[in-house]
């Protein structure tokens, strides 16, 4: 599967942006997916992900409350809703897709080495 994650800018802060994630290759929907995003200097940290039909999500604690995840199966795309954004919020944000793990597996991820597939980013930068 590609994926193809775009939306990203430059925005004020409390303001807000969507970011896109588009698959080919492959249906989204065999996928649970997530979104990460990386500042210069930093390591990788988890945003949210969600489950293979959009039943469950999770956030990472800096963006709880302020951040939806969100699917379109049938359009094979996956969101990412950023509102009242903040200058801590600046970095390349990845979207990531990995394999079904089977019915007793974690109907979400948190760690980037469960996932198997990864977009190229897309950069956010928000201004104080």
């Known amino acids: 599967v590609q994926l193809q994650a775009s939306g990203g800018g430059l925005v004020q802060a409390g303001g807000s942006l969507r970011l896109s994630c588009a698959s080919s290759?492959?249906?989204?929907?065999?996928?649970?997916m997530g979104w990460f995003r990386q500042a210069p200097g930093k390591e990788r940290e988890f945003v949210a992900a969600?489950?293979?039909?959009?039943?469950?999500?999770e956030y990472g604690d800096s963006v709880q409350g302020r951040f939806s995840i969100s699917r379109d199966n049938a359009k094979n795309t996956l969101y990412l809703q950023m509102n009242n954004l903040k200058p801590g919020d600046t970095a390349v944000y990845y979207c990531?897709?990995?394999?079904?793990?089977?019915?007793?597996?974690?109907?979400?991820?948190?760690?980037?080495?469960?996932?198997?597939?990864w977009g190229q980013g897309t950069q956010v930068t928000v201004s104080s």
């Open positions: 969600i489950s293979w039909r959009g039943t469950f999500t």
């Open positions: 290759g492959r249906t989204l929907s065999d996928f649970g």
């Open positions: 990531a897709a990995r394999e079904w793990s089977g019915p007793t597996g974690p109907v979400t991820a948190t760690d980037q080495f469960d996932y198997d597939y």
